[in-house]
């Protein structure tokens, strides 16, 4: 069983930056993708981010080049630095894995409990 657990969402005004984290704890073996997916009120849960054992990474178009995704294999950890946030990026962001390991699908296997994120002035 893994257990994952989120943390640094909260309110941020529009252009702002905020970092999210994630630790995992159970069996993350190098075969196994981390990342970020949100869930936004009304609308389905969609990839943000996410990022092989060996550093490959896949975005979604709506956050290119403000988003980073990173990876701690030691710690069993995944970051989520957010830049230039906009009032639509305002949603639940939830860390998972995927033990299927393909970075070209999006087919989640464990999710964390979510952290809100909202962007407003």
């Known amino acids: 069983q893994v257990q994952l657990v989120e943390s640094g969402g909260g309110l941020v005004q529009p252009g702002g930056s905020l970092r999210l984290s994630c630790a995992a704890s159970g069996v993350i073996n190098r075969f196994v993708l981390m990342g970020w997916s949100r869930q936004a009120p009304g609308k389905e849960r969609e990839l943000v981010a996410a990022i092989s054992y060996g550093g490959r990474t896949k975005y979604s178009d709506s956050v290119k080049g403000r988003f980073t995704i990173s990876r701690d294999n030691a710690k069993n950890a995944v970051t989520l630095q957010m830049n230039s946030l906009k009032p639509e990026d305002t949603a639940v962001y939830y860390c998972?894995?995927?033990?299927?390991?393909?970075?070209?699908?999006?087919?989640?296997?464990?999710w964390g409990q979510g952290t809100q994120v909202t962007v407003s002035s």
């Open positions: 998972y894995v995927d033990y299927k390991g393909q970075l070209d699908y999006y087919r989640p296997d464990y």
